[in-house]
């Protein structure tokens, strides 16, 4: 009997902890801290560049949970400076801006994966019949895709999504820029312009030109500062809008007119993306009608006769 109740108790207590786990390590890659809120006071009220510098560089800083986790993972042997070189791009790709996220990343893979191995592994080996077999076996087969290739997966989905969020907004924010640029602005002032009149309707893409804004006033390379925002990104759309920046600043070429064609361009994009999704629509729906709609219009069409069958038969 005690067998059979912690291989329920068991998988619902470690599902538990696992979740708890995930959400506190999200909420603390995603929330906002005071010393961000403080760069974008900063970059708004025009204070000198050593505060921003100041700022920007505390904002780099560990927490105190992230350092206590460096030598735990150093004394099993994950090298921390590689693993920062190897997946630092792909965090901020996926939007994941805290210091603390290769860390996480790093725990996650070399600690949480084998430890959540050996707790499938132990389920595995509970006595358990029937239905209850069936859950413990599920809660062990997605406990150990969990360890092994959820952090992977994690950092893929968020990057998929942001891009899709990115593209979406690239059209409204290259419009902007361009009407900005036509009024006389420059690139640094159109870019504030930008991310005041798209704070609310595009948060994420007003982030990025926000950080490339901050970058462009306190780092002397201008051109290293335009191909992060390309790397930060990693999209065609972004990379094509960098190489007409620095195409305009190194040879003086006409910055309007490039993106003048960029901006029709990647509409005409958005609209035949839209168009494509709206084209699959009919496939899409084809197998769900099938398997909702056929059987009822079936029972519909011949059930009188089936029914003057049957009583045809029992005369």
């Given at each position: 009997m005690?067998?059979?109740?912690?291989?329920?108790?068991?998988?619902?207590?470690?599902?538990?902890?696992?979740?708890?786990?995930?959400?506190?390590?999200?909420s603390?890659?995603t929330?906002k801290?005071?010393?961000?809120?403080?760069?974008?006071?900063?970059?708004?009220?025009?204070?000198?560049?050593?505060?921003?510098?100041?700022?920007?560089?505390?904002?780099?800083?560990?927490?105190?949970?992230?350092?206590?986790?460096?030598?735990?993972?150093?004394?099993?042997?994950?090298?921390?400076?590689?693993?920062?070189?190897?997946?630092?791009?792909?965090?901020?790709?996926?939007?994941?801006?805290?210091?603390?996220?290769?860390?996480?990343?790093?725990?996650?893979?070399?600690?949480?994966?084998?430890?959540?191995?050996?707790?499938?592994?132990?389920?595995l080996?509970?006595?358990?019949?029937?239905?209850?077999?069936?859950?413990?076996?599920?809660?062990?087969?997605?406990?150990?895709?969990?360890?092994?290739?959820?952090?992977?997966?994690?950092?893929?989905?968020?990057?998929?999504?942001?891009?899709?969020?990115?593209?979406?907004?690239?059209p409204?924010?290259?419009?902007?820029?361009?009407?900005?640029?036509?009024?006389?602005?420059?690139?640094?002032?159109?870019?504030?312009?930008?991310?005041?009149?798209?704070?609310?309707?595009?948060?994420?893409?007003?982030?990025?030109?926000?950080?490339?804004?901050?970058?462009?006033?306190l780092?002397?390379?201008?051109?290293?500062?335009?191909?992060?925002?390309?790397?930060?990104?990693?999209?065609?759309?972004?990379?094509?809008?960098?190489?007409?920046?620095?195409?305009?600043?190194?040879?003086?070429?006409?910055?309007?007119?490039?993106?003048?064609?960029?901006?029709?361009?990647?509409?005409?994009?958005?609209?035949?993306?839209?168009?494509?999704?709206?084209?699959?629509?009919?496939?899409?729906?084809t197998?769900?009608?099938?398997?909702?709609?056929?059987?009822?219009?079936?029972?519909?069409?011949m059930?009188p006769?089936?029914?003057?069958?049957?009583?045809?038969?029992?005369?």
């Amino acid at each position: 009997m005690f067998g059979l109740s912690a291989s329920i108790v068991i998988p619902v207590i470690v599902g538990i902890l696992v979740f708890t786990g995930y959400m506190a390590i999200s909420s603390r890659l995603t929330k906002k801290s005071n010393v961000s809120e403080k760069i974008k006071k900063l970059a708004a009220t025009g204070q000198e560049m050593a505060d921003m510098s100041a700022a920007l560089a505390a904002s780099n800083e560990p927490s105190q949970l992230a350092q206590s986790l460096e030598p735990l993972l150093a004394a099993i042997g994950v090298n921390m400076k590689k693993i920062r070189g190897e997946f630092q791009l792909k965090m901020l790709q996926s939007g994941i801006q805290s210091p603390d996220a290769p860390v996480y990343y790093a725990a996650m893979k070399n600690i949480g994966g084998p430890v959540l191995a050996v707790i499938a592994l132990i389920m595995l080996a509970m006595d358990s019949q029937g239905l209850e077999k069936v859950g413990t076996v599920f809660m062990a087969l997605v406990m150990m895709v969990v360890g092994i290739w959820g952090p992977d997966m994690y950092l893929k989905n968020r990057k998929d999504k942001r891009q899709k969020v990115l593209q979406r907004s690239f059209p409204d924010a290259l419009d902007l820029i361009l009407v900005c640029v036509e009024s006389g602005l420059a690139l640094d002032a159109a870019l504030s312009r930008v991310c005041r009149e798209l704070e609310l309707a595009h948060p994420e893409i007003t982030k990025e030109f926000n950080k490339t804004r901050m970058e462009l006033t306190l780092l002397n390379d201008r051109e290293r500062a335009l191909h992060n925002l390309s790397e930060r990104t990693d999209m065609m759309a972004f990379r094509a809008l960098v190489s007409a920046l620095l195409q305009s600043e190194k040879f003086g070429t006409s910055l309007t007119e490039t993106l003048r064609v960029l901006s029709e361009d990647y509409r005409h994009t958005r609209l035949m993306i839209a168009e494509n999704k709206a084209g699959k629509l009919p496939a899409l729906m084809t197998i769900p009608m099938m398997l909702l709609l056929l059987p009822a219009l079936m029972l519909v069409l011949m059930g009188p006769a089936m029914l003057t069958l049957v009583s045809m038969w029992k005369n």
